[in-house]
């Protein structure tokens, strides 16, 4: 009995036992195996499974790859967030000259922002202490802020001052320094600025509007429910409460006789009698040493060279990296925008 004939279409692959060919290689295939009606079907599959490994290699190799990449960019995230603070202390103690150091002060003075006691006040102590930093410069460049954060960077500056009595302190006005910015000023041993900076502003101010007249005209009723009768204390959309805003007052009076006490402890007996310095009116810098409210004109390389006498400065104001950017930045527009409130039309403030 005669075995049944296979269709020409059939594309089996049918492994060659005889050990002595060679066919997997195709320089040894003879003639008669290319003639063969199904070792182009072979051919074609092992082609196919030899592309097949050699993709799958190259995946694996571009995983590998990037896998290295991610764990060589997280390991160099958290050495820079772990070594930044020791290279920090380090920029101002390997010092080979006596050496000027330089702090900016800018921007609003509020928590969160580069000019908050957080910031500033751990410069000042690595200033103080480091040995071959023999003077100290604030370059104050600020409408002022927080009459919190600015106190506390005062009384920083006061106590770094009396524990080390050699090392001068001194405050540079550029543009503005007002208000707040010249609270923390107040604190330095002499305070220098150009002839067109604007200093002063020694005052408090809290904002508010209301709405009352307009909800009238347009039959709008207040629906405030509180608990507590000063809880919606100066609320917008309804009337005023003389005995309220009498109460207010006082607590802005309160804080502006803190800076007016802060001020005259700094600056002493080179004040002016003038009873208009402490009403929240801002002056030139040629108007400002006139009357005590500065000690002359200069600008931070005039301070360095005339006044500490060094030749070499370093700047030490705080640089954070494009992460603690990124983090500082996210944290901080969530804490404004739950006490934007407060912050921005209720709560006293050092401003011009």
């Keep these: 009995m005669t075995a049944p004939q296979l269709p020409n279409d059939d594309l089996r692959i049918e492994p060659n036992l005889d050990s002595t060919n060679s066919a997997a290689s195709p320089k040894n295939r003879t003639k008669s195996d290319d003639s063969h009606p199904d070792s182009w079907a072979r051919d074609a599959l092992i082609d196919l499974a030899r592309q097949g490994l050699i ?32 290279f920090n202390d380090a920029k101002s103690l390997s010092l080979s000259h006596p050496t000027a150091a330089i702090i900016d002060v800018s921007g609003v003075i509020a928590t969160g922002q580069d000019a908050s006691a957080d910031e500033i006040i751990p410069v000042l102590e690595r200033a103080f202490k480091a040995p071959q930093i023999k ?12 009459p919190v954060q600015s106190g506390e960077i005062y009384d920083a500056i006061v106590r770094l001052r009396k524990e080390y009595p050699a090392k001068p302190i001194y405050a540079v006005v550029e543009d503005i320094c007002a208000s707040g910015g010249y609270y923390i000023a107040a604190a330095t ?8 900076s604007l200093v002063g502003s020694i005052g408090v101010r809290m904002d508010g509007f209301g709405f009352v007249d307009a909800m009238q005209k347009l039959g709008i009723q207040s629906r405030l429910l509180t608990s507590g009768a000063n809880k919606a204390m100066l609320d917008p959309f309804t009337p005023e409460n003389p005995t309220q805003v009498q109460y207010m007052q006082d607590l802005l009076d309160q804080v502006h006789q803190q800076f007016i006490d802060a001020v005259k402890k700094g600056r002493g007996d080179r004040l002016a ?20 409210l500065i000690d002359g004109l200069g600008t931070v390389r005039s301070v360095v060279r005339d006044q500490l006498h060094l030749e ?5 104001t705080p640089n954070k990296s494009p992460f603690e950017e990124l983090l500082g930045k996210t944290s ?21």
């Design 189 to 196: 041993d002499k305070i220098y600025a150009n002839q067109a």
């Design 273 to 292: 009698s003038d009873p208009n310095l402490f009403s929240g009116l801002i002056y030139t810098g040629t108007r400002a040493a006139q009357n005590g």
């Design 312 to 316: 070499h400065e370093i700047n030490l």
């Design 332 to 352: 901080t527009q969530i804490s404004q925008s739950l006490t934007s409130l407060w912050s921005d039309n209720l709560g006293p403030r050092l401003l011009p």
């Design 55 to 86: 993709e799958q290699r190259r995946a694996r190799r571009w995983r590998l790859f990037f896998r290295l990449i991610s764990f060589a960019l997280v390991l160099w995230i958290f050495a820079w967030i772990a070594l930044k603070g020791d």
């Design 135 to 146: 003077g100290i410069v604030l370059r104050m460049n600020t409408p002022g802020g927080s």
